[in-house]
């Protein structure tokens, strides 16, 4: 049997190609997978923040700090540490909230507003969607957008405290905001922040 020349050939070249790329396919599939460079990680960053959470004025000296770092992951993942803590530290301080005006308010509303023991009122959950409407469907400390079951209505003086159901007493913040703020809370810190996960999806090393 006469093996014929031009088969042998393209069958050397196809063995010479897979050959370097079973050797590097480690590489070649970093390569293909890889989602960009720093430059990308730190403009995807910044668009986050900027965009998601207008109130807070983020510090990103940490972004030229961290440039003597030699693993790439390590630095991104430091960075990103660091902005979660200035999300953390950004000071707020719980305020008496605006009034709905009277036109909008339902017969029952005034009377309801007085604590009843161990008991939310039974228009507990229009006095919710009432608050985040007039928050603008945003958390009224980090600025953030937050879907109406995502959001956490919570008191600014606690109703063992004396504080009653008012909406001058109601705040609309979001799933971070409110582990902050939530006055049971011994230390800031928080696990598991929504603002965490998405800061860690924009790591550019896999
Ligand atoms: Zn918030």
Request: aromatic residues 12%; positive net charge; contains cysteine.
């Amino acid at each position: 049997m006469v093996l014929d020349i031009d088969f042998i050939i393209s069958g050397s070249i196809i063995i010479a190609i897979l050959i370097p790329l079973y050797i590097y396919r480690k590489k070649v599939y970093n390569f293909f997978t890889r989602k960009g460079d720093f430059k990308t990680f730190e403009e995807n960053v910044k668009n986050f923040l900027e965009t998601h959470y207008p109130k807070i004025k983020f510090d990103y000296s940490i972004i030229n700090k961290s440039n003597t770092k030699k693993d790439e992951k390590l630095r991104q993942i430091l960075i990103i540490e660091d902005l979660v803590s200035q999300f953390i530290n950004y000071e707020y301080e719980l305020h008496t909230q605006k009034s709905i005006h009277n036109d909008l308010l339902w017969s029952t509303y005034k009377q309801n507003c007085k604590p009843i023991k161990g008991k939310l009122p039974n228009d507990w959950a229009k006095r919710k969607e009432f608050t985040y409407r007039r928050d603008n469907g945003k958390c009224k400390r980090c600025g953030v957008n937050i879907t109406s079951s995502d959001a956490n209505v919570i008191f600014i003086k606690p109703i063992e405290n004396g504080g009653g159901y008012n909406f001058e007493n109601l705040i609309t913040l979001c799933v971070d905001c409110n582990k902050i703020l939530n006055p049971n809370r011994e230390n800031k810190n928080i696990k598991n922040s929504w603002i965490e996960d998405e800061l860690l999806k924009k790591v550019t090393v896999n």
